[in-house]
């Protein structure tokens, strides 16, 4: 059974910098697809960043690039989002989610991914 466990959330002022990470059980983390999504108050889960299991695809979404960054360890079976300049509107709910696929992609639909952690809260303050 494959289990995801978040950490690294929590409360941090406006234009600082967090780093969550997302360890997943089991022995074929490499060929997973990993996706980092987000559900702000009142808002649907959105994506957020995705990497593929080589990691020599990446993708982020419009809101965040340039700020955060998806990275992987598959030695450690870890996926990690490094979250810099965040604003008030980065507040959310952070899942990160595996997908086992053919080849070597990322996927920004949620439907794509079948295994997901619990979440970590990370709260951005003005």
């Known amino acids: 059974q494959v289990q995801l466990v978040e950490s690294g959330g929590g409360l941090v002022q406006a234009g600082g910098s967090l780093r969550l990470s997302c360890v997943v059980s089991?022995?074929?983390?490499?060929?997973?697809?990993m996706g980092w999504f987000r559900q702000g108050p009142g808002k649907d889960r959105e994506v957020v960043a995705a990497i593929s299991w080589s990691a020599n695809g990446t993708y982020y979404a419009d809101s965040v690039k340039g700020r955060f960054t998806i990275s992987r360890d598959n030695a450690k079976n870890t996926v990690y989002l490094q979250m810099n300049s965040l604003k008030p509107e980065d507040t959310a709910v952070y899942y990160c989610?595996?997908?086992?696929?053919?080849?070597?992609?990322?996927?920004?639909?949620?439907?794509?991914?079948?295994?997901w952690g619990q979440g970590t809260q990370v709260t951005v303050s003005s």
């Open positions: 989610a595996a997908a086992r696929r053919p080849g070597d992609g990322y996927y920004v639909t949620d439907s794509w991914y079948e295994y």
């Open positions: 089991g022995r074929t983390f490499s060929t997973y697809a």
